[in-house]
């Protein structure tokens, strides 16, 4: 059973710089997972920022950008504003078939 | 623009069959994979399972005895069916273009809460 793991919540200053990560419980994260990440606003649908590694979706803002950090996948939000406060889920891409989601990072932005 | 719009039925009693229909406008449903993802209220994002651009499907190994996803290319719609539902089955059910071997998702739809209660 691959468990993905995140932080289950994290906050961040107005115009600061915040670091989200994705790994495993067992074993690192690389390229290879093809690592995407995704918001969710309370009562919205999802949205994705980032997929495989480090593109962002059409329209997603340049302060937010994906990476692999040591072991880990990570979202860096360089700028954070007000309207970034959401939920934040990675998916990885396990074993060439199945997809999945990390348990979530709630970001405050305060 | 790709849209995706999921529908059926609100509520489902336990044990019986959840079906769900997500509707593609803005492009062909064909050339893609396709996925389902699942929400239970308060918690977060599960990913059912996908139907790919040959034709074959894959499934969370969680719910693999439960599930069928398939592809209505004459209408351009991904179903799902979950049969024997729980309490447990309870959630906001989205659809989503799957990237494939590439990962992620680049499309999803508002989604459809489906409760299941007698």
């Known amino acids: ?110 | 623009q790709v849209q995706l719009q999921e529908s059926g039925p609100g509520l489902v009693k336990p044990s019986e069959t959840l079906s769900l229909t997500c509707t593609v406008s803005g492009g062909s449903i064909s050339p893609y994979y396709w996925s389902w993802i699942r929400q239970p209220p308060g918690k977060g994002l599960e990913w059912i399972g996908f139907f790919s651009n040959s034709g074959s499907t894959n499934y969370s190994p969680s719910l693999k005895s439960r599930i069928t996803i398939s592809v209505d290319k004459s209408k351009n719609q991904l179903t799902l069916k979950l049969i024997s539902v729980t309490a447990a089955d309870t959630a906001v059910y989205y659809c989503a273009r799957d990237r494939g071997s590439n990962g992620g998702f680049d499309f999803w739809g508002r989604g459809a809460l489906v409760t299941v209660s007698s």
């Open chain 1, 1 to 110: 059973q691959t468990v993905v793991t995140q932080e289950p919540s994290l906050s961040v200053s107005p115009g600061g710089t915040v670091t989200l990560t994705c790994g495993l419980s067992s074993g690192s994260v690389s390229a290879s997972f093809y690592p995407s990440w995704i918001q969710q606003t309370p009562g919205q649908a999802p949205r994705t920022l980032i997929y495989t590694t480090n593109s962002r979706s059409y329209g997603v803002p340049d302060r937010f950008s994906g990476s692999i950090l040591g072991n880990t996948a990570a979202l860096t939000i360089t700028g954070a504003q007000a309207d970034d406060e959401s939920d934040y889920y990675c998916v990885l891409y396990v074993r060439g078939a199945f997809r999945v989601f990390g348990g979530g990072t709630k970001l405050t932005v305060l």
